[in-house]
């Protein structure tokens, strides 16, 4: 089957701190990925997508970051956190319909 | 510039019948998708339009028109289950990405 693998599933981090959501995805290769934030009530903001290893565009400039070092692992990173990263983000990869994604579990940030 | 509109909420009962709007602005489209989301949880893929017209899976059917950049979700015997939000999405042919909506909030109620 094919399955996207999320963690931590929630964790509570200073203002100023590092930050590393990390996802990776089991049977299938070669996947588009894709990290989106949902704050609190809202829609989904698309953040990063890839097409491959090391393929990575951004679509909102901020102090997030996002890395593909294998074709099936991709993460997000922070150096330093804003009160405004927190949120629900969730990784997705594209399934075999247009317009299919699949998402994991989500990784709850709370920036305090 | 790209964009999706809908209703903040909804409210029927159960049994009933609902249906969810969306319109969208875009320059290039491939089509629109649907997504459920309850709440705590990870949204999930419902359906998707790429042709005018009714798709029908169940209970739900989806409804597009091109030319007036519209479609909609329609949800029939609706169950308490059915509580959740509901989302619009389109992906444009400039990036292989979907483009959410900010979602529907349908409450059912007994």
């Known amino acids: 089957s094919q399955t996207i693998h999320q963690w931590p599933a929630t964790l509570v981090q200073p203002v100023g701190s590092p930050l590393s959501l990390e996802c990776t995805v089991e049977?299938?290769?070669?996947?588009?990925l894709y990290w989106y934030r949902q704050a609190a009530g809202r829609g989904l903001q698309l953040l990063f997508y890839?097409?491959?290893?090391?393929?990575i565009s951004s679509e909102v400039p901020q102090n997030l970051s996002a890395s593909r070092p294998q074709d099936r692992q991709f993460i997000l990173s922070s150096k330093k956190l804003l009160l405004s990263d927190s949120g629900f983000y969730l990784c997705?990869?594209?399934?075999?319909?247009?317009?299919?994604?699949?998402f994991g579990e989500g990784s709850r940030l709370t920036v305090l | 510039g790209q964009s999706l509109e809908q209703p903040s909420e909804v409210t029927a009962v159960e049994g009933a019948i609902v249906q969810i709007n969306c319109t969208y602005q875009t320059s290039g489209f491939y089509g629109l998708s649907w997504y459920q989301q309850h709440d705590g949880g990870a949204p999930t893929f419902l359906s998707y339009n790429a042709l005018d017209g009714l798709e029908e899976t169940g209970r739900f059917s989806s409804f597009l028109s091109r030319s007036d950049s519209y479609g909609y979700l329609l949800l029939q015997e609706l169950q308490m289950k059915d509580s959740a939000s509901y989302f619009c999405?389109?992906?444009?042919?400039?990036?292989?990405?979907?483009?959410f909506g900010s979602g529907t909030r349908l409450q059912v109620q007994p």
């Open positions: 999405a389109f992906e444009d042919t400039g990036r292989r990405a979907l483009t």
């Open positions: 997705a990869r594209h399934g075999a319909v247009t317009g299919e994604l699949f």
């Open positions: 890839s097409v491959g290893i090391g393929q």
């Open positions: 049977g299938t290769s070669n996947p588009n």
